[in-house]
């Protein structure tokens, strides 16, 4: 049996130690959290009104109605998000388990004919009278909740690889399967970034890491390439502007919408590309969208509010002392703004399609709400860092 030391939670130095002093206020991971999400979630609102403005109105005649449904998912989704900002670490422990039941019944049921919904040729959503759940957007919530605590009560046996590794590896695999099995292949990219994360923070060593990487590189090297249309996005990728009318068709068209907006866009509502020329111009190509109404100076507000949210989401694991906190304010963090890298860098060109949302930003309930939890819970860790109860506490007594 291979053993190691017990291993210290590894050190994150994602922020510098020279630091504004504005940032050494006890509650500035909090605000910080709470204003590039926030303004991701009105940036997100106002594009999705813009982008599906059209379909809506060819759908159901009502240019509103997509735009009325993201908004009942984002009242839906801000009470759980308070709920969680103020819910104690105990409980939100808790919640791992039951989380990864439901997560893993869905993607079972998501599988089984007649209950699985299929759209743009995958089976990803399961029929909830009128609405459409899917199941891959909770596991995302659910792996970063149960790992993170299933790490912390093993910790004093993480020094055996094998604890270590078992059950969390085994189960990020198998929730990867299922979600590859339907296929999206995104959202196994994420939870496999989640899974990773989980183990880096926890100390695993690099060369166990190394071993879990390469394997999981091979594997889906194998995968991307074992099926036609899988292998169709990897070529189409590389070069779209070569098949620009069947698969790189979609590329293309991010591409010139992009090119579109120039500098500055053609203005909020001014897309040519939503009357039809873009597929899924408010879901998975939305920044596509704000590229070309609100130009570069647009996508780099996106940009710069991601990596402020993922500063912030480092600086809480790094300065906490509580290792739950550490395990998921990390996982939460590469969760989101791996995603985002993942889409934006599909729009552009540098990555491939893997038909994956943008946070906060694209259209759609399902990917909404456990993202508005997840930063509830980055928020809630935020007021456990060092300073900040006492700082709450004082603030709280000088109020009338």
């Known amino acids: 049996m291979t053993t190691v030391p017990l291993p210290r939670a590894r050190a994150l130095h994602a922020v510098p130690d020279a630091r504004p002093r504005l940032l050494d206020r006890p509650l500035a991971s909090y605000y910080l959290v709470l204003g590039s999400s926030g303004l991701l979630v009105v940036l997100g609102l106002v594009m999705v009104l813009s982008a599906s403005d059209v379909s809506s109105y060819q759908q159901s005649g009502n240019p509103y109605a997509l735009f009325e449904k ?9 009470p759980l998000a308070v709920v969680a900002a103020r819910m104690p670490l105990t409980w939100v ?3 791992g388990y039951p989380l990864l039941l439901v997560a893993v019944v869905g993607l079972f049921a998501v599988l089984v004919p007649g209950v699985g919904v299929s759209a743009y040729g995958a089976t990803r959503w ?5 609405l459409t759940v899917q199941p891959s957007e909770i596991a995302k919530l659910a792996l970063v909740v149960w790992g993170a605590d299933l790490l912390v009560r093993k910790w004093r046996l993480l020094g055996e690889w094998r604890h270590l590794l078992v059950p969390l590896l085994p189960v990020g695999l198998i929730t990867g399967a299922l979600v590859m099995a339907e296929p999206d292949m995104g959202t196994t990219i994420v939870l496999l970034l989640i899974v990773f994360t989980l183990l880096w923070v926890a100390g695993a060593p690099l060369r166990l890491f190394g071993l879990c990487v390469g394997g999981i590189a091979v594997l889906g090297t194998f995968l991307a390439i074992a099926e036609p249309y899988r292998l169709a996005r990897l070529t189409s990728f590389l070069h779209p502007f070569q098949d ?8 293309v068209q991010g591409i010139y919408a992009l090119a579109a907006g120039g500098w500055w866009g053609k203005g909020l509502g001014s897309s040519a590309e939503k009357w039809g020329y873009l597929p899924n111009a408010h879901t998975d190509f939305i920044f596509a969208i704000v590229g070309e109404e609100l130009g570069l100076l647009g996508t780099l507000l996106i940009i710069v509010l991601f990596g402020v949210l993922g500063f912030a989401g480092m600086r809480i694991a790094q300065r906490t002392t509580d290792r739950f906190v550490k395990l998921a304010a990390a996982a939460i963090t590469v969760w989101l703004v791996g995603q985002a890298v993942v889409n934006m860098g599909a729009v552009v060109g540098v990555l491939p399609i893997t038909g994956i949302p943008l946070p906060f930003i694209s259209f759609g309930g399902s990917a909404l709400l456990p993202t508005l939890v997840a930063v509830g819970l980055l928020a809630s860790f935020a007021r456990t860092e060092k300073g900040a109860p006492p700082f709450r506490s004082r603030r709280g007594r000088a109020r009338p």
């Open 70 to 78: 993201q908004l009942m998912w984002l009242l839906a989704g801000l």
């Open 93 to 95: 422990r808790r919640c």
């Open 126 to 130: 399961i029929g909830v009278g009128s």
């Open 244 to 251: 620009s009318q069947v698969g790189g068709y979609q590329a």
